[in-house]
């Protein structure tokens, strides 16, 4: 049972699993079929389970590895690894019992979000990574969020719970671009079959970076409308050079490569359809779903396919099936949630119902057939 060797392991697993659960149980609460939770708003409940529950597992896994990776310092394993997964849990599981829902998950989200970060910051500091600093300080800031999150439930402090969720989107938006400036180009090159260079030129990384900072600003404090539609065109265009930068035909044939890709193009997309609110009424959640549902569904999907592959001995090049086909679910799913309201917005709780659906067999399929890799050692023998 290797499941608790490397962060990876035990929370892209319990990720997954929480990602089609947490689905199947908006959509019958969204239905009417199921009582919501009585502590917040329906609404506030699933968007801060799947962005500080679900995504933040992934963030947890993906970095207890690779920061292993960057330093060459152990991070959590063993009992230690599993004490922060256990946080995690009990912060997810307090939802479902009527007594201090909000006071017991607070108290695990809390404990998870400190020693996940002191667990990444100890091994970065120690390296003297100083590059690695902006991780750490998104995953300060998504931190930050989650306990104002809580204390605005709780009533502690004025409402603020909307921003808390429109900050951690953006957050975890800019944490997926920075890693992917980083990783994409190593992945693409690596990835295919033939010899190519990938280059990303530094003015992209630049006018991205201060664009995106702009954007999140005035969409947090700000609110003007103007300067979200330039904004978000600016972004809209860059994100399309950098794809133009990065794209080879090579990739269509590997689904880590194209998954890759389309959670990129999702992320444009809600640049896009914001900026199309110049000229059309669009309402703001389905450009937020575009970053949501596409932009963190696909792109950790993939990242959580490609990741456990080669942190098992396997080939990446040789994918399970379900890989392509779950990625493809979620971008029929991403199109049917943000694009299909504006042909017919009449059937908005049909486009919803049938994007979840699209989700659910994605995941479903997905941590099936990914369990025996998670749990078992690594094919080749070696320790992790």
């Known amino acids: 049972m290797a499941l608790f060797n490397l962060g990876f392991r035990i929370f892209f697993c319990a990720a997954s699993a929480f ?3 947490a689905i199947a149980l908006w959509l019958a609460i969204y239905a009417g079929h199921l009582a919501p939770v009585p502590s917040v708003a329906p609404p506030y409940w699933h968007g801060h389970e799947m962005l500080y529950g679900y995504t933040f597992a992934v963030i947890a896994g993906f970095l207890l590895t690779a920061v292993r990776n960057w330093t060459g310092l152990p991070t959590a394993q063993g009992a230690s690894l599993a004490i922060l997964f256990g946080f995690w849990l009990i912060a997810r599981l307090a939802w479902f ?11 695990g989200d809390l404990l998870f979000n400190l020693a996940l970060l002191i667990n990444l910051a100890v ?59 980083r990783v994409f180009p190593f992945f693409i090159q690596n990835g295919v079959d033939v010899p190519i260079t990938i280059t990303s030129p530094r003015w992209i990384d630049l006018s991205s970076l201060f664009g995106l900072l702009a954007f999140f600003i005035n969409e947090l404090f700000i609110h003007h409308a103007w300067a979200r539609i330039g904004l978000a065109t600016l972004l809209a265009v860059i994100t399309m050079v950098r794809i ?12 880590l490569l194209w998954g890759l890709f389309a959670g990129l193009a999702a992320i444009n997309l809600g640049f896009v359809l914001f900026a199309l609110q110049a000229i059309m009424t669009i309402p703001d959640w389905l450009p937020l779903h575009a970053f ?21 001995g396997r080939n990446l090049r040789t994918p399970p099936r379900i890989v392509g086909i779950a990625l493809l679910l979620l971008c029929v799913g991403v199109l049917l949630r943000c694009v299909g309201p504006l042909l017919a917005f009449s059937a ?9 659906v699209c989700w659910i067999i994605a995941f479903l399929g997905f941590t099936l057939n990914y369990l025996p890799i998670w749990t078992q050692p690594r094919v080749d023998g070696k320790p992790g």
């Open 348 to 356: 908005y709780p049909l486009w919803v119902s049938m994007a979840g």
């Open 244 to 255: 133009a930068y990065w794209y080879t035909p090579e990739i269509w044939r590997h689904p």
């Open 19 to 21: 990602a089609f659960i």
């Open 97 to 107: 019992f009527p007594d201090y829902q909000l006071l017991t998950a607070l108290l």
């Open 123 to 181: 091994p970065i500091l120690h390296k003297r990574q100083w590059r690695q600093l902006g991780i750490l300080s998104k995953l300060a800031l998504l931190g930050t969020g989650n306990v104002l999150f809580y204390l605005s439930a709780l009533g502690l402090i004025s409402d603020i719970t909307p921003l808390t969720l429109y900050a951690a989107l953006y957050l975890i938006i800019a944490l997926i671009l920075t890693i992917a400036r």
């Open 292 to 312: 949501a549902f596409g932009g963190i569904g696909i792109m950790t999907l993939a990242m959580m396919a490609r990741v456990s592959l080669g942190h098992t």
